[in-house]
């Protein structure tokens, strides 16, 4: 997942404003001196669990009102064990180096690390987590290999053996919000996109026509800031929607090294040429003919949480975000049911793409994955509560308690709808997006790789290169990324 909180933000830390439990500023602002007190003085059937003050807000509750640790409890994990959530910073990035420094020095607690899913797998090839298929009983690894979302397993596994070395806690998914009243007045029937969504070029004059219709300020926003998000998440999208790939398809995401790349050829070029139409108009010698402009130049500087706020403010009629903007933008006191969700438009379907895994609708894999610290005093314990957060109730009760979906997708059917909020009436529309989500390329080196990739990326879209040369640039810098891998594995 790309930098960001990962329960109050999305990807790039966009609010989740709508599922957050309320947290006092005083537990928020101690977190750094409640990892001390808790290596000291913890209690020794104590876990602690390192995550974010959204989790922590959940794990335990007022008396009487639901929370994480009934569920653990009422899921088979001793009473005697307690889970306690040490808060780390918001920042992915910064949480990332957080852990890295933490498992150099062998320091426990904590006792489990909640990862990204964007960078557990370095950790994993950096043998700096434990292997869960043989710590793990067998029932347990066998349903989560068979029940669980398969993309989010992927980033769970050693991309060498196949092994579990985390175990997803939640995923997350791109989708397209849209004004569908707006859209309805301008002359078309969206009924039809929820499971059959349109072409780019379908959307995007009928996005353009509401525009002028509804007289809003923008048409369709999105996240095209030079950040983690567009590298991994944004970007990916639109790429894979027309066919393109970074290293030749979804089957060499996690192997660096040895694999084609492919950021220069006429997908990925296609893919960025409609996203110049739709930023600077047809006035721009580079945009691709027969896309309107619908996005505002503003985009280049936006992430998720600038590219939502003019949506829900009803000034423009379309938003590319997270499922927790449907919480915020769904509510009766919102848009309500004139929310339409729908997974990417696309421009070549599927079976037509050249690389495997592309083409089609597409949607940006984020989440989030529990694993645990090879340091811990507390194996024995900390295994039994990973054991238990692979239970319905749980995924449940999480979902229900933040709105964080369920690495097992059948259960969002399942949540109380009356707790989950306007999420329940796009059940469909998410498993849509879990069945089409694209992780991306994790490897040791992808830190580096995805700041050559959102720089160059960001550059084409604001028009300092043409797409043509900044995928020129990026294909030589990737190159090189490449071979020092290379001679790495060589050494």
């Known amino acids: 997942m790309p930098p960001g909180n990962a329960g109050r933000e999305g990807p790039d830390g966009s609010s989740r404003r709508r599922f957050v439990r309320s947290v006092s500023a005083t537990a928020i602002a101690g977190g750094a001196a409640i990892a001390g007190c808790l290596g000291r003085t913890r209690d020794e059937e104590t876990v602690v669990m390192s995550g974010d003050t959204d989790f922590e807000g959940i794990m335990h509750t007022d008396d009487g009102e639901p929370s994480v640790q009934e569920a653990l409890w009422d899921a088979g994990l001793p009473e005697e064990i307690t889970v306690e959530v040490q808060a780390s910073v918001d920042d992915s990035a910064q949480r990332m180096q957080q852990y890295q420094s933490a498992l150099q020095a062998g320091r426990s607690p904590p006792d489990i690390f909640m990862m990204d899913s964007g960078w557990t797998i370095p950790f994993i090839l950096r043998e700096q987590t434990i292997n869960l298929t043989d710590a793990l009983p067998a029932n347990v690894v066998e349903r989560v290999e068979r029940d669980y979302l398969e993309a989010a397993v992927e980033t769970a596994r050693h991309p060498q053996t196949g092994d579990l070395h985390a175990v997803p806690l939640f995923p997350d998914f791109g989708t397209v919000l849209y004004r569908r009243d707006l859209l309805e007045s301008a002359g078309y029937d969206t009924s039809e996109w929820d499971a059959d969504p349109p072409t780019w070029q379908e959307f995007s004059n009928a996005v353009s026509d509401a525009q002028n219709e509804a007289e809003t300020d923008f048409g369709f926003t999105t996240q095209a800031a030079a950040y983690e998000g567009l590298a991994c998440c944004s ?25 084609p790349i492919t950021v220069d050829e006429e997908p990925v070029l296609e893919a960025i ?37 003019p949506f829900a403010n009803g000034d423009a009629i379309a938003n590319r975000n997270w499922p927790f903007a449907i919480a915020q933008t769904g509510a009766e006191d919102a848009f309500g049911e004139d929310l339409g969700v729908t997974t990417m438009p696309y421009a070549v379907p599927a079976e037509e793409a050249e690389f495997e895994g592309v083409g089609g609708t597409a949607a ?109 640039d990026l294909s030589a810098r990737l190159e090189r990324s490449e071979r020092d891998v290379e001679g790495q594995n060589d050494d």
């Not at 639109?238 to 694999?259: C, E, P």
């Not at 739709?278 to 996005?295: K, N, T």
Request: net charge negative; hydrophobic share 40%; charged share 25%.
């Open 235 to 259: 970007f990916v999208e639109v790429m894979s929607t027309w066919g393109g790939a970074y290293f030749g398809g979804t089957d060499t995401l996690f192997t660096a090294g040895d694999r």
């Open 273 to 309: 040429r409609m996203m110049r139409a739709f930023v600077h108009g047809e006035d721009d010698e580079y945009a691709l003919e027969g896309y309107p402009q619908i996005c505002p130049s503003a985009i280049v500087q936006w992430s998720e949480q600038e590219s939502l706020d």
């Open 364 to 472: 940006g894999l984020g989440g989030w994955h529990l694993a645990l610290n090879p340091n811990t005093d507390r194996t024995d314990e900390a295994l039994a509560v990973l054991e238990a957060f692979t239970h319905d109730d749980v995924m449940l009760t999480i979902f229900e308690l933040q709105g964080f979906l369920p690495p097992v997708l059948e259960l969002v059917d399942e949540a109380d709808p009356a707790e989950i909020g306007p999420v329940a009436r796009y059940a469909d529309e998410i498993r849509l997006a879990g069945d089409n989500a694209v992780p991306r390329p994790v490897t040791d080196v992808w830190p580096e790789q995805s700041a050559l990739i959102y720089q160059e990326v960001n550059a084409a879209y604001r028009g300092v290169k043409t797409p043509a040369d900044a995928m020129t």
